[in-house]
């Protein structure tokens, strides 16, 4: 038997694989291949009564351990691999799925060449990248094609950083970008439209500042029919008083102020330092120096965006927008830059990536770290070893018979 063409995984209904070909003696056959553990499986997927396996000219198994007829009676033709695989290869197999804490290989991954390990790195950053990419397009019906809304609409969720992002998100919700732009050239309205929207000008206030804001919204909410968020969706609790939301909503609002038409600029910039400039010594209100809320004073405090911050706000929705833009646009050179933007940033530290640097791979950068939450989430929480070129490459260090 020679099998001429392996045909095409089916991934819907029927035959495992469509579109093969095989010699069996002289006979070329052309149809679909079936594979199981024993062949027994056939009747017990009850095979035996489906006209849509009529046409499976191979049944693969591991085990033969009944013989399988067609509906005409004729016998199915079988390749049976259980001769034709070493046994230390099925017991590696079995340990890559059932012997693992962290993931699959931990213990093996170490024994791989760090260039098939990037290569599939490569491959799976793609994937990542492409799947967020389907959200943010997803996303993109609904302002009909609007990059500026979008993007304004994604960074605010990044400025949250988990615990206040579903506010930040609501907040764009109820004051759209394009209100802002009309007052780009007016820092207190803008400072007024993201805290009256954010609900935080309820109330009286004894200093200058807020009662200038709460002025400033009363009549702006008036004029657009802004719906505030409710107040209570803002998380301050077991957090830094400089990651307050209050604080990052002063920083977002400087952000807007300073660079409005956001996602045109970060086109437009090409460099990963100028892409970071322009989140850098942004013009935040001088009152956040000395508090943390309205009706509260504290020590002086720098008011800029760290250095992580701006690494992740450059990793989650930066590269991301450069990704799906130049996806959307057929424009590989927006897909290059992001790309090279991963290459220049720090890799994210968390309890996924330290695993894997503890059982040897090298992760020193972005690209390597968002490819390593892709591998894991998608092949190994999911035990996929046999689709990953990692998992691949160790299973052929044995030698097969």
Known sequence: MTILHPGFLNKDAGPDFSHAKIKIGETIWAGNIEIHIKSLDWLK???????????????????????????????LPVLILKDRIANELIVKYENLFLTFNDFPCAAQIHSVDQLIISSFLSRTLIERFEQKTEIVLEALKETKGNWEEIFYRFMARNFGFKINALPFELLTKAIPQQILAKHKNNKTQIEALIFGASGFLNG????????????????????????????????????????????????????????????????????VEELKQLFENLPVNPYWETHYHFKKKTVAVSTQIGKTSIDNILLNTVALFLFAYGKHTGTQSYINRAIQLLEHLPAERNGITDKFTEAGVKVDRAFASQAILQLKKCYCDHKKCLSCGIGIKILKQIRTV
């Open 204 to 271: 009286s206030f004894d200093e200058d500042y807020p009662n200038k804001l709460k002025a400033e919204f009363k009549f702006l909410q008036k004029k657009y029919g802004i719906k505030p968020v409710e107040v209570s969706n803002w998380k301050f609790m077991r957090m830094r008083p400089q990651n307050f939301p209050t604080i990052r909503l002063a920083q977002f609002a400087a952000l807007i102020a300073h660079a409005n038409h956001i996602f045109s600029k970060v086109i437009e910039v090409r460099g």
């Open 45 to 75: 997927h009850n095979h035996q009564s489906d006209r849509s396996y009529e046409n499976v000219i191979l049944h693969v198994v591991y085990e033969n351990d009944v013989d399988i007829k067609r509906i005409d009676g004729s016998i």
